[in-house]
């Protein structure tokens, strides 16, 4: 028992203090915004070293993969809420806000999408559905949601074409192709009926690179409002790396906060294998331009963003290991705060001292 009581005492030491004597903070402790992670219910339940970071260091998490259509949606008439309501149980428990994503989007196509037959009547009947049957389901739960991801391609057209990639991935703009550019509007339309109070985001990446995908995104943005189509908030995902030019940051994030919509930066990594090699060593210099890279991204949204138009940041996965450059493009990569073993990185000190 005394042990019992001396190891409490000393974790508790441990917990709360560096070696330095400082008090140990967490990210939501000292941010003024929410700080996210999209986050994995599997690790989540089998990784408690995870369960113990997400519940420590962030205010908010995003729904991964598990509210994507092919995840949450794979028969025409059956739904799969399993997964996502583990997620949301887990975020109310521990007072966190849960951002839903994402309602259409070219990928996450399930099969019996892909194969259904119909008129463009039959195909608004299937994205209305969707939409109100997700976000009813969630009503109350969650605050926001990425209502469409990426529309465009980066030299600001409209995605639309049926391309297949090297990964034989699939990826068809299913609803541009039978609905036309306005499904996104009417998009926002359905979940606004189904949860008036929701958030809704469009979500997006590439603004800190391309001008005219930024240009296209403003310019629906400039519509939605004339017509009062029900939009709170832009997500900008920022999936960079170390050489991602400031300058471009700097633009997206000045026109984006122009429209006086809500900002998120929404899937937050910054990549630091550049040239994608095998073999790959993260060292000292590449640490440091990451920490660099971090602090800047946090300094230019305090900056920028005006505070009531300050969502949040949220990074896309919490250790090094599950980052989905690993797990979805295979590549060797340390985009993260936290390092493989969920320990905190060089660069989560700088995040944090961008942040107070
Ligand atoms: C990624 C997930 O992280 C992977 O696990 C999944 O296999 C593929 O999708 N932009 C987005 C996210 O909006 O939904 C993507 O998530 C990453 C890029």
Same mark, same amino acid.
């Given at each position: ?5 001396a190891?409490v ?16 903070s ?15 219910? @599997? ?23 598990? =509210? ?10 059956? &739904? ?11 975020? =109310? ?15 996450s ?11 463009? /009547? /039959?195909?608004? *009947?299937l ?11 969630y ?17 600001g057209?409209?995605?639309? @074409?049926t391309?297949n ?36 985001? &469009? ?9 005219e ?12 409002? *004339? ?17 991602? *030019? ?32 095998d ?5 000292d210099?590449?640490? /440091?331009?990451q ?5 800047f991204?946090?300094?230019?949204? *305090? ?21 989905w ?5 295979k ?13 905190r990185?060089?660069? &989560? ?8």
């Amino acid at each position: 028992m005394k042990y019992t009581t001396a190891f409490v005492f000393l974790w508790t030491i441990i917990c709360n203090f560096s070696i330095f004597g400082q008090p140990i903070s967490t990210l939501k402790a000292i941010s003024p915004f929410p700080i996210g992670c999209a986050i994995n219910p @599997d690790l989540l339940t089998n990784d408690q070293l995870y369960k113990n970071v997400v519940t420590n260091e962030f205010s908010s998490i995003t729904t991964e993969n598990v =509210l994507k259509c092919g995840t949450v949606h794979p028969k025409k008439d059956a &739904y799969d809420f399993s997964k996502g309501d583990l997620l949301i149980e887990f975020a =109310l428990a521990n007072n966190m806000r849960v951002h839903g994503h994402c309602l259409a989007w070219h990928v996450s196509v399930p099969k019996w999408l892909n194969e259904f037959q119909g008129d463009s /009547a /039959a195909w608004e *009947k299937l994205l209305q559905q969707h939409i109100q049957t997700v976000v009813s389901h969630y009503k109350g739960k969650i605050t926001s949601w990425d209502v469409v991801n990426e529309a465009f391609k980066d030299d600001g057209s409209y995605r639309m @074409d049926t391309i297949n990639d090297e990964k034989k991935h699939r990826y068809i703009t299913l609803w541009r192709n039978h609905l036309g550019t306005d499904y996104i509007a009417r998009a926002f339309i359905y979940a606004h009926k189904a949860d008036p109070k929701v958030l809704l985001f &469009y979500n997006e990446f590439a603004q800190e690179y391309s001008k005219e995908k930024l240009a296209a995104e403003l310019k629906m943005v400039e519509d939605f409002k *004339k017509r009062n189509i029900p939009i709170s908030g832009l997500g900008i995902q920022m999936h960079i790396n170390i050489d991602t *030019k400031e300058e471009g940051i700097i633009n997206a994030l000045k026109k984006l906060a122009a429209t006086g919509l809500l900002i998120h930066i929404s899937e937050l990594d910054i990549a630091v294998n550049t040239k994608k090699v095998d073999g790959f060593v993260f060292t000292d210099s590449l640490k /440091a331009l990451q920490s660099k890279k971090f602090a800047f991204v946090v300094q230019q949204y *305090k900056k920028l963003v005006p505070k009531k138009q300050q969502y949040g940041i949220t990074c896309w996965n919490v250790g090094d290991a599950d980052s989905w450059l690993i797990t979805w493009n295979k590549v060797i990569d340390y985009p993260l705060l936290f390092d493989t073993n969920y320990q905190r990185k060089e660069c &989560y000190e700088a995040f944090a001292k961008a942040l107070k």
